[in-house]
C-alpha cells in the first residue's frame, strides 16, 4: 500500500555469519597488515663518519650564529672556533668526497642511481602492495559471497543523499535509507576502524590504508623527499659568509657579569 511504513525483519544468521566476519576479518586484516609492514621496513642506512663530521660541521656552524649575539663563548675562543671553521669549509675540509678538485663543478650525485634511495623507493612499494592487495581480494571475496545481502539498520536517521553511499550494490529505491549493504559495510569499515587501530596498535600504525589508497604513490614520493641530495660545498660556502655577519654582532655574555651581578643582588649602586 502506498505510504504505508513496510518493516523488514533479517534472519539472525545474517549477523551471525555475515556481519561479525566481514568486521572481524578486517580488523585482523589490518592487524596482520601492520606488522608485515614492520617486517618488510629494512633497517636505515648507516652513516660513514665521512658523512657524519660533514653533517656535524654543518650543525656546529649553526649552533656558533645562533648564541652570536649573546654568546657564552669568551671573545678568544669564539674567534677562534669561527676562524677554524671558516678555513676549513674554504678548503673543503670537512667535506666526505674531500675538496674540489680544480675548477669543475661540483654536481650533486643523481637520486636515482643512489642505493638508499632506491632502497626507499621499493620499501614504499612493497608497502603499497601490502596496503591494496588485501582490500582487493576482501572485496572481491564479500563481492562472490555476499552480494546483495541487508546487514544492518542504523539506530539513527539520515538523509536520502546517503542513500547511495549505505546501499551499495543493493537496486530497491523504496528501502529506508538507515539499512546498509554488505559492500557498504565494507566501505563503512574500511574508513571507521582506525580509531580501533590506533587503540590496539598505537598512533603510529601500518593498518590506516585509507590514506595509502587515496595517494597509491605517496609513500614513492615520500621515500625520494625523504632523503634529498645535499651540495654540502654550496651549504658550506653560504656558512662561510653567514659566520662573517655573526661576527658582526657578537657579544660575550659574561662582559662586565660581576658588576652586573652585584648590581642585582644590591651590593652596587646603580649607575
Known amino acids: 500500500m502506498a505510504g504505508s511504513a513496510v518493516s523488514l525483519y533479517l534472519d539472525p544468521q545474517i549477523r551471525d555469519w555475515v556481519l561479525f566476519p566481514i568486521t572481524m576479518v578486517m580488523i585482523l586484516v589490518g592487524v596482520l597488515r601492520h606488522y608485515v609492514v614492520l617486517l ?20 656546529r656552524s649553526q649552533i656558533l650564529r645562533a648564541t652570536a649575539a649573546h654568546s657564552p663563548v669568551p671573545p678568544s675562543f669564539y674567534s677562534a672556533i669561527s676562524r677554524h671553521l671558516s678555513q676549513a669549509y674554504e678548503a673543503g675540509s670537512y667535506l666526505k668526497d674531500g675538496p674540489p678538485k680544480g675548477d669543475a663543478p661540483v654536481t650533486p650525485p643523481n637520486p636515482m642511481s643512489d642505493p638508499a634511495a632506491m632502497d626507499g623507493m621499493m620499501a614504499g612499494l612493497k608497502t603499497q602492495m601490502v596496503m591494496m592487495v588485501p582490500q582487493m581480494v576482501i572485496m572481491g571475496w564479500i563481492n562472490f559471497f555476499f552480494q546483495g545481502f541487508v546487514l544492518i539498520k542504523l539506530p539513527f536517521p539520515l538523509t536520502l543523499g546517503f542513500k547511495s553511499m549505505l546501499q ?42 585509507s590514506s595509502a589508497m587515496a595517494s597509491p604513490f605517496a609513500a614513492q614520493q615520500g621515500a625520494v623527499a625523504a632523503a634529498p641530495v645535499q651540495d654540502f660545498n654550496k651549504l658550506f660556502k653560504a656558512e662561510l659568509e653567514n659566520l662573517e655577519f655573526a661576527e658582526g654582532i657578537y657579544s660575550w655574555a659574561g662582559d662586565n657579569i660581576e658588576n652586573r651581578v652585584l648590581r642585582k643582588y644590591g651590593k652596587l649602586a646603580n649607575r
Open 168 to 209: 551499495r550494490g543493493i537496486e530497491t529505491p523504496d528501502m529506508d535509507v538507515r539499512w546498509v549493504s554488505s559492500l557498504s559495510w565494507y566501505f563503512l569499515n574500511f574508513f571507521g576502524l582506525n580509531g580501533l587501530y590506533r587503540l590496539i596498535l598505537g598512533n603510529e600504525n601500518s593498518a590506516d590504508s
Open 40 to 59: 618488510l621496513q629494512s633497517s636505515p642506512q648507516q652513516l660513514s663518519r665521512r658523512a657524519i663530521r660533514e653533517q656535524r660541521a654543518l650543525a
